[in-house]
DNA sequence: GATCCGACAGTGT
DNA sequence: ACACTGTCGGATC
C-alpha cells in the first residue's frame, strides 16, 4: 500500500471504530511494510488486537492493540475526544507492561505520546496528509520497531534540576533584597505551584503564564494581581473571566506576593517555559536548600534524601510486606478460580454422559440439581473472589505510612506512589477476575508526617498533593476537586521527640514507620540544643537512651516503643553509621531485645551537601520477611549491623571487659589547649636558667599523636606540669609557664568545666592513671586511636602519649606480639567504632574485651621482664606459658626491628643524642635522603605491604594460633571463625563488674 | 585539586 | 577521673 492509497482510503472512510479499528491498522501494517499481529504472534503472546478482552464488561480489552515493549495503541471512532483513549491506555499501562509509547488514532490522526520512565514526555501527531512525508512513515516504523528512538532527550532529572537552579536563584535574590525567608519560600512555593497548575490545566487557558506576560508590561500591577489570583485560588471562583477551582490546602490562604523587578518576571516567564508537569516534586527540598539562610540549608539539607536510599527503606517496611500480602490472596484466589473450573468441568462431563444415556426425569432431575449447585459454588466463589479483592484494597486504603522527620516529604511522596502503584496493580488484577474498575483511593490520607521546621511541613504538604496530582493523570484517573488540595492535615508541624512543655510527645498510629531523623553527636546535643531540650531529653527518655547518643537514636526509640504498644508494625529509618557502636548500639540493642532488626544496610556513603557522613539503613518490627544485611540473606542481624546465626553466643555485642584486661589500657593526656611547642624552641629553653635553679627538662618532654606514629615523627614537644604542681610552682619555669599564660590561660579561663578553667596550667585531661601505670618502664605500646591500620608501636617511656593515642602499659614484646597478631586485629576492627570508613581503637570495647592466650593474659605480663639472646623481652610467667611467651616475642621482636629499619634505614639517618639523657635519640635524615625518608610512613608501609612484611606477620601469627591452641587447624581459621572462637574465649572469661 | 587520613575539644559517665 | 565522639582541615599524591 502506498501512501496515496491509505490517505485517499481513510479519508473517505465513514467506518465506526470497532468495525475499522483493525482494518486501519492492518493497513498501517502494509504501508510501513511491518507485519501484522496474525503473521508473526497468531497465539497473541506479544503482539495482538484487543489485549486484556478476557475482561467481562464487555467492553475494550486494556488496548485495542499491543506489542510487548513497543506500544499499546487504541482507536476511537473519526473525531471522538482522542484524549479519552490515552487516558484508557494510561490506566492500563501497567497491565500491558509500561509500554514506552502510547498510541492513540481515530483513524485520522495518529499521535504518539512516549512513556518512558524518567522522561519528560514527547508527543507526535501525524495526521493523514503526514504520512506522505518520509520522516513521518520513518518515526510511525520506529514505533513498532525501535521505540528507543523515540526516548526524549530530557529526563525528569535535568529539567528538574534546571528548574531548581533557575527558581533557587530567584529564592535567593529575593532573600538577598531583605525579605523575610519563610515568606521568600511560602511565596516561591504559591508560584511554583501555580506553574503545575498551569502546565496540568487546572488553572483555566494558561492563566498564570498569561497573568506574567502582561506583569512584564506593567509591573506595577502584577502583585494586587497575584494576590487576586491567589485569594481566588484559596477560595474558588471567577478570576476575571476565568473559572478558578478550589485549591485550599493552606498554599493559598496567606496570599502575600512579594514585589518583583522586570528582571524577576523575565526569569519567571522562562521559567514558565518549562514542562512543569512533569517536574518531580523531590526538587521542592533542594530547591530551598539553595538561596534561604545558612541555617535554614542546613536543617533542610538533613532532610533531603536520594530516592534510591528512601527506597531500601520503603520496599521492605512498607511494600514487600504487602506485596507478599497480595501474592497470599492471589494465592487463595487461584484455588477458588481453579474450583469453580472444575465444577464447570464436573457438569459438562455429567451432560455430556448423560446424553449418551436414556433420557429420565430423575436425570433430568439430577443435571438440574448438579447445575443449581455448581451455579451456587461459583457465585459463592465469586463473592469470596470479590470479598478477598476488596478486602484487600481496604487494608491499602486504610494503611498508614508515618514519617516523624518528614522534611520536604520525599519518604512520603515515595510511600504514596508505591502504594499507588501497588493499589492500581491490584485493581487491574481484580478487572481481571471479572470484578468491576474501581476507582483508586489511596491518596495523601495514607501519609502521615511530623516536621518541625515551619518551611519544610510546608513543603512536604505541596510535595505530596504534586505527587498525588501526578500520578492520577498519569494514569488517566480525573481529578477529586472542591477543593483540589484538600485541608486533611497530613503533616503535624510541632517536635517529634520533645513536646513544649517538656512532656513525651504521643506518635499517631499508623502501619509503619519510615524516615531520616536529623544526626546530631552526642556529645554536640547539649551546645546546639541548649540546655533546656537536652535536660528534656534526659528527663524523659532516662533509662531508655544513655546521654550520649546521638539524636537520631531517639527516633529509634520512639518508634521501637510504637512498635512495642502495637502503634505500628515496623519502622525503616535511616542513621549515621556510628548507630552501630558505642552509646549509639544501646538504643538498637533495645530494639533487638523488643523486636526483629530484618533489613538493613550497615555502612553506606552518603552525599548530604558536602558533609562526609556515612550512614546505616535499618528495618526493624514485625515482620515475615527473612532478614536481609546489605542486600543478602542472612539468619540474624545484630545489635551492630552483622549478620550472624541466631544460635546463643555468637553475637559478639554480647562479649564484656574482662577482669584480667584491666588497668593495662588507658587513653593518652587530652591537653584541650596549645601545651605543644616545636622541638627546636623546646631545645632552646631547655638551655636556659629559672630562678627555683631546676631546668626546664622537668616540664617539657616529647610529645607523639596519631600522625607521629602512622606519618614521620614531627618533632614536637609539650609542656607537662604534670598533675599536682602548683599554678606558682609552674611560673618558675619561666618560658614554658610565660607561653601558656599567652597560649592557654586566656582559652581555658572560659572553658565550660569548672575544673578545666581552674588548673589552666595543666593538661585537662592529665591521666594520673596512666602516668603511674607507665612509671617503672622504660618502653610502653602506643596505637593511634584513629587509624588505617591497627598498628602497635614501642615509645620510649619519656615520650607523652597524645589522647590520640593509647597507651599499653607493657613493655614485654609477647604482648606487643599478641596485640599485632591477626586476631587481635580483627577482634578490634568488629569491636571498636569507626569515624567515617577508619576504624577506632577504644579501650574499653577493643582492648578489655580481649581474651588473650590462657596465661598471656596483662594479668600475666604486668610484673618482671626478662631480656632473651636475641634482645626480645618476655615477661615473667608460669612455666608452662614460657614457650608459647618466647615464640611470640621473637616473632614480635623481628617484625618490629624490620620495621624500624625500613622506617629509618641506618644508612639515610644520624641518630643524635637528645639534649636530654633519658630521652630519646633524635634521628636526623641526611639530607640526600630526606626526600626518600619522607615516605618511609607505617601507613605507607602497610598500604605496599611488602613480602618481607606479610612473611613476619604470618610467623607472628602462627606464634600467638599457638598459644591460643589454634595451630593444628589453622585451615579453619577464616575471619569469622577467628572472631566465634574469640568470643567464646570472652565469653568463658570472668567479666568485670 | 582530589583524595587520604587523622585532629581537637566538648561532654557523658 | 576516665573515656568516647564527631567531619573538617592539612598533607600528600
Not at 526524549?152 to 529564592?171: C, N, Y
Not at 553506606?604 to 528495618?619: D, H, K, T
Not at 639530607?927 to 625518608?933: D, I, N
Not at 610467623?955 to 572462637?981: C, F, G, M, P, T
Amino acid at each position: 500500500m502506498t501512501p496515496d492509497q491509505f490517505i485517499a482510503k481513510w479519508q473517505a472512510s465513514t467506518l465506526k471504530e470497532r468495525s475499522a479499528a483493525q482494518e486501519h491498522f492492518i493497513d498501517l501494517c502494509r504501508l510501513l511494510n511491518e507485519p501484522t499481529p496474525a503473521e508473526i504472534d497468531p497465539n497473541g503472546e506479544f503482539y495482538c488486537f484487543e489485549r486484556g478482552a478476557k475482561k467481562t464488561t464487555g467492553s475494550d480489552g486494556w488496548a485495542d492493540v499491543w506489542k510487548r515493549n513497543c506500544f499499546g495503541w487504541e482507536y476511537k471512532g473519526k473525531r471522538k475526544n482522542l484524549n479519552d483513549a490515552f487516558v484508557q491506555l494510561h490506566r492500563y499501562a501497567p497491565a500491558l507492561g509500561n509500554p514506552p509509547l502510547l498510541i492513540v488514532s481515530d483513524m485520522e490522526q495518529i499521535i504518539i505520546h512516549t512513556a518512558f520512565n524518567g522522561t519528560v514526555p514527547d508527543k507526535y501527531s501525524l495526521a493523514l496528509e503526514d504520512l506522505r512525508n518520509p520522516d513521518n512513515l520513518r518515526l510511525l516504523k520506529w514505533a513498532f520497531t525501535e521505540p528507543e528512538r523515540l526516548r526524549p532527550k530530557l529526563t525528569t532529572a535535568v529539567l528538574t534540576e534546571k528548574a531548581a537552579r533557575q527558581f533557587g536563584e530567584l529564592a535567593q535574590t529575593l532573600c538577598e533584597r531583605g525579605h523575610d525567608t519563610q515568606q521568600v519560600a511560602h511565596f516561591c512555593q504559591q508560584i511554583l505551584f501555580c506553574f503545575f497548575a498551569d502546565d496540568i490545566g487546572l488553572l483555566p487557558n494558561k492563566l498564570f503564564g498569561k497573568l506574567l506576560e502582561i506583569g512584564q508590561q506593567r509591573l506595577e500591577h502584577l502583585p494586587p494581581t497575584l494576590t487576586n489570583l491567589f485569594n481566588t485560588m484559596a477560595t474558588g471562583g471567577f478570576f476575571g473571566n476565568d473559572p478558578v477551582d478550589w485549591f485550599n490546602g493552606g498554599l493559598f490562604d496567606a496570599a502575600s506576593p512579594l514585589p518583583l523587578t522586570r528582571n524577576d518576571v523575565k526569569l519567571l516567564r522562562e521559567l514558565a517555559q518549562l514542562n512543569w508537569s512533569a517536574i518531580e516534586p523531590s526538587i521542592f527540598g533542594t530547591l530551598f536548600e539553595r538561596g534561604l539562610d545558612p541555617n535554614q540549608r542546613e536543617q533542610l539539607g538533613a532532610h533531603y534524601t536520594d530516592p534510591a536510599s528512601i527506597m531500601r527503606l520503603v520496599n521492605p517496611v512498607v511494600l514487600d510486606p504487602l506485596r507478599e500480602e497480595w501474592r497470599l490472596q492471589q494465592a487463595a484466589i487461584t484455588k477458588l478460580v481453579d474450583k469453580i473450573a472444575a465444577r464447570k468441568s464436573k457438569v459438562n462431563k455429567a451432560i455430556s454422559t448423560a446424553s449418551t444415556a436414556k433420557l429420565t426425569t430423575k436425570l433430568v432431575e439430577d443435571i438440574r440439581e448438579i447445575r443449581e449447585k455448581a451455579r451456587d459454588a461459583e457465585t459463592a466463589a465469586q463473592r469470596q473472589i470479590a470479598k478477598r479483592c476488596r478486602d484487600f484494597l481496604m487494608r491499602l486504603q486504610n494503611f498508614r505510612v508515618l514519617d516523624p522527620a518528614c522534611g520536604s516529604g520525599n519518604f512520603l511522596l515515595l510511600a504514596l506512589r508505591g502504594l499507588k502503584d501497588l493499589e492500581h496493580e491490584v485493581i487491574l488484577d481484580a478487572e481481571r477476575l471479572g470484578l468491576p474498575a474501581s476507582f483508586p483511593k489511596v491518596g495523601p490520607e495514607n501519609v502521615l508526617g511530623i516536621e518541625l521546621n515551619i518551611y519544610a511541613a510546608e513543603l512536604a504538604r505541596v510535595t505530596v498533593w504534586i505527587g498525588e496530582i501526578q500520578w492520577m493523570l498519569n494514569h488517566g484517573f480525573s481529578l477529586a476537586k472542591n477543593p483540589i488540595l484538600k485541608t486533611i492535615n497530613i503533616i503535624d508541624q510541632r517536635d517529634a521527640v520533645v513536646n513544649a512543655d517538656g512532656s513525651e510527645p504521643n506518635w499517631p498510629t499508623a502501619d509503619v514507620i519510615v524516615g531520616n531523623p536529623p544526626f546530631l553527636g552526642g556529645s554536640k546535643k547539649r551546645s546546639v540544643l541548649g540546655d533546656d531540650y537536652f535536660t528534656a531529653l534526659e528527663t524523659i527518655y532516662a533509662g531508655r537512651i544513655p546521654a550520649g547518643a546521638d539524636l537520631v537514636t531517639y527516633w529509634f526509640e520512639k518508634a521501637r516503643t510504637q512498635i512495642e504498644l502495637e502503634k505500628a508494625n515496623a519502622a525503616g529509618l535511616v542513621s549515621t553509621n556510628s548507630i552501630r557502636g558505642g552509646a549509639n548500639r544501646q538504643v538498637l540493642e533495645r530494639i533487638c531485645k523488643t523486636t526483629t532488626i530484618f533489613n538493613a544496610w550497615s555502612d553506606e556513603p552518603w552525599i548530604n551537601s558536602g558533609a562526609a557522613v556515612r550512614v546505616s539503613l535499618i528495618c526493624f518490627g514485625n515482620t515475615k520477611l527473612k532478614p536481609v544485611l546489605n542486600n543478602a540473606e542472612v539468619a540474624a542481624i545484630y545489635a551492630d549491623l552483622t549478620a550472624g546465626s541466631i544460635e546463643a553466643g555468637s553475637d559478639i555485642t554480647t562479649a564484656k571487659p574482662l577482669i584480667e584486661n584491666a588497668n593495662a589500657c588507658c587513653m593518652g593526656a587530652s591537653k584541650k589547649g596549645a601545651f605543644d611547642i616545636a622541638g627546636n624552641l623546646a631545645r632552646q629553653w631547655l638551655t636556659l636558667p629559672n630562678p627555683n635553679g631546676k631546668s626546664n627538662a622537668i616540664v617539657l618532654r616529647p610529645l607523639c599523636n596519631g600522625i607521629d606514629l602512622t606519618r614521620r615523627d614531627r618533632d614536637v614537644w609539650i609542656i607537662d606540669f604534670g598533675i599536682d604542681i602548683s599554678e606558682n610552682d609552674a611560673a618558675f619555669y619561666e618560658m614554658p609557664f610565660t607561653y601558656l599564660t599567652e597560649k592557654v590561660k586566656p582559652i581555658r579561663e572560659n572553658n565550660n568545666r569548672e575544673s578545666y578553667r581552674r588548673y589552666w596550667w595543666r593538661h585537662a585531661e592529665a591521666r594520673p592513671g596512666m602516668r603511674s601505670a607507665l612509671k617503672y618502664l622504660y618502653r610502653y605500646i602506643a596505637t593511634p586511636t584513629m587509624a588505617k591500620y591497627r598498628n602497635f608501636s614501642w615509645l620510649n617511656v619519656t615520650v607523652l602519649p597524645d589522647q590520640q593515642l593509647i597507651a599499653i602499659s607493657r613493655a614485654d614484646d609477647t604482648t606487643f606480639g599478641i596485640l599485632h597478631s591477626r586476631f587481635h586485629e580483627l577482634w578490634s576492627l568488629r569491636m571498636g567504632t569507626s569515624l567515617g570508613p577508619t576504624p577506632r581503637y577504644t579501650p574499653t570495647t577493643t582492648f578489655e574485651t580481649f581474651p588473650f592466650p590462657i596465661g598471656l593474659t596483662p594479668a600475666n605480663t604486668g610484673g618482671a621482664i626478662e631480656t632473651l639472646e636475641s634482645g626480645a623481652i618476655i615477661p615473667t610467667v608460669a612455666a608452662e606459658y614460657r614457650d608459647h611467651a618466647i615464640a611470640i616475642a621473637e616473632a614480635a621482636f623481628q617484625l618490629n626491628q624490620l620495621r624500624e629499619n625500613w622506617l629509618n634505614p641506618p644508612e639515610w639517618i644520624e641518630r643524635q643524642p637528645e639534649i636530654v639523657a633519658d630521652y630519646p635519640d633524635r634521628i636526623i635524615p641526611k639530607p640526600e635522603f630526606s626526600a626518600q625518608l619522607k615516605q618511609r610512613t607505617l601507613t605507607n608501609l602497610y598500604n605496599k605491604k611488602p613480602a618481607w612484611l606479610v612473611n613476619a606477620h604470618v610467623k607472628l601469627d602462627q606464634a600467638v594460633a599457638a598459644a591460643y591452641s589454634w595451630e593444628n587447624d589453622a585451615a579453619e581459621l577464616n575471619e569469622a571463625e577467628i572472631l566465634q572462637r574469640l568470643l567464646a574465649l570472652n565469653l568463658a572469661r570472668k567479666k568485670e563488674n
